[in-house]
T-cell receptor, first 117, second 106 residues
Framework: DAGVIQSPRHEVTEMGQEVTLRCKPI?????LFWYRQTMMRGLELLIY????????DSGMPEDRFSAKMPNASFSTLKIQPSEPRDSAVYFC???????????????FGPGTRLTVL | KNEVEQSPQNLTAQEGEFITINCSYS?????LHWLQQHPGGGIVSLFM???GKKKHGRLIATINIQEKHSSLHITASHPRDSAVYIC????????FGTGTSLTVIP
């Protein structure tokens, strides 16, 4: 099993540019989570999906952030326009769940390190 | 005020020592997770607890719901245990501790 796959692993962009982060969950997993980690704020849950449907996006910082999951094997997190304060490591994680997504072990991807200049 | 407090923030131990990392929380929870973040940045889920105790190899995690407290124990610590250990609780939303940085010296 390849585990959770994230791309790109590193992204450097300029302020104002659109950034798209990608995640492929483990096959058979039906819940997917996007997290952000910074030195100042630590780990934060941005959004999670269950069966491709966004369940809780209360952690999405503002309208510049959007996430989609068009099918069970792919999700994107988009930032438009990007700002320097968006610089962070973004992790994607997946798990199997029958409704209570936070009761099961999550499998994390390697993360995408985003730097916005 | 942080909903999740971890102690200690930093910990250095000699190889072979027994280690305890503590997590206290202020909200009513339905699940608690212990995560391990390696020096390279990768995150591994160690345990999910809703009650009692779980053991996996040299790692033991306990939770006391009434006292709103969880501990992660490492027996016979090894340099490869050096990592940041993060406690996360779920109570209608996810709250994360700031992590305990563990260094095990050979």
């Amino acid at each position: 099993d390849a585990g959770v796959i994230q791309s790109p692993r590193h992204e450097v962009t300029e302020m104002g540019q659109e950034v798209t982060l990608r995640c492929k969950p483990i096959s058979g997993h039906n819940s997917l989570f996007w997290y952000r980690q910074t030195m100042m704020r630590g780990l934060e849950l941005l959004i999670y999906f269950n069966n491709n449907v966004p369940i809780d996006d209360s952690g999405m910082p503002e309208d510049r952030f959007s996430a989609k999951m068009p099918n069970a094997s792919f999700s994107t997190l988009k930032i438009q326009p990007s700002e320097p304060r968006d610089s962070a490591v973004y992790f994607c994680a997946s798990t199997t769940t029958s409704g209570r997504a936070f009761y099961n072990e999550q499998f994390f991807g390697p993360g995408t390190r985003l730097t916005v200049l | 005020k942080n909903e999740v407090e971890q102690s200690p923030q930093n910990l250095t131990a000699q190889e072979g020592e027994f280690i305890t990392i503590n997590c206290s929380y202020s909200v009513g929870i339905s699940a608690l997770h212990w995560l391990q973040q390696h020096p390279g940045g990768g995150i591994v889920s160690l345990f999910m607890l809703s009650s009692g105790k779980k053991k996996h190899g040299r790692l033991i995690a306990t939770i006391n719901i009434q006292e709103k407290h969880s501990s992660l124990h490492i027996t016979a610590s090894h340099p490869r245990d050096s990592a940041v250990y993060i406690c996360a609780v779920y109570s209608n939303q996810f709250y994360f501790g700031t992590g305990t940085s563990l260094t095990v010296i050979p």
